[in-house]
């Protein structure tokens, strides 16, 4: 995974809530093993109409959006656990989403896959919208090692939970195998220790 401390970008807004993972990736693509190709299919159904033509207004189509960064509805990532969700959505090339709420499956899915999920107040995520819409290439930052939000040229800065594990992996770009092997000389010496005191 790549290494993740601070990430300055404009955003996408989708104001819509409940969105569950099926809506994110729907089943029909669920056949492959491995995560290429997931992004071109993010939001199929409602990127595309019935003729496989690009629905202009939806967000992602919309030319005045951009960023890795998806402010999303209250309660994201809901349904089923299908982990192409956050396949789909860092193959898309998304970094961030910032929502109210994550469904809990859906929050440790795109963590394990170097996606971060930011998760604010309903107030928050009202006045990130109102942001948006008055200047739709608003900039924000967000610093994972000070866990903080910001928009910049703006008087909005929030902070928000991560756990510590997690965090340590994202700004180290760290899997779970990667985290174990990062600790490799530490276990060797316990386990030298432990032989020795047998």
């Keep these: 995974m ?11 807004p989708l104001n819509i809530s ?8 729907p089943a029909r693509f669920l056949k492959a093993t491995d995560k290429k190709g997931f992004g071109d ?3 199929r159904d409602w990127r595309y109409d019935k003729q496989d033509h690009l629905i202009p207004d939806f967000a992602l189509n919309n030319n005045k959006y951009s960023g890795s960064i998806l402010v999303a509805g209250d309660n994201f990532g809901c349904g089923s656990s299908r982990e192409h969700a956050a396949w789909a959505l860092v193959g898309y090339g998304f970094k961030v989403i910032i929502s109210s709420f994550f ?3 859906f929050k440790g899915n795109a963590l394990n896959n170097g996606l971060l999920p930011i998760q604010v107040s309903e107030k928050i995520l009202e006045e990130l919208f109102t942001a948006i819409n008055n200047n739709a290439k608003v900039q924000f930052e967000i610093n994972l090692e000070t866990q903080t939000l910001t928009v910049l040229d703006t008087q909005i800065e929030t902070t928000f939970d991560i756990d510590p594990y997690k965090k340590t992996c994202l700004i180290n770009g760290y899997d779970d195998i990667d985290y174990l092997l990062s600790k490799k000389d530490k276990i060797e010496a316990f386990e030298l220790q432990k032989t020795h005191s047998l």
């Design 18 to 25: 409940n969105v569950d993972t099926d809506q994110i990736i």
């Design 41 to 43: 299919n993010l939001f």
């Design 103 to 105: 469904a809990d499956i």
């Design 2 to 12: 790549e290494k993740f401390s601070t990430l300055i970008s404009t955003t996408i």
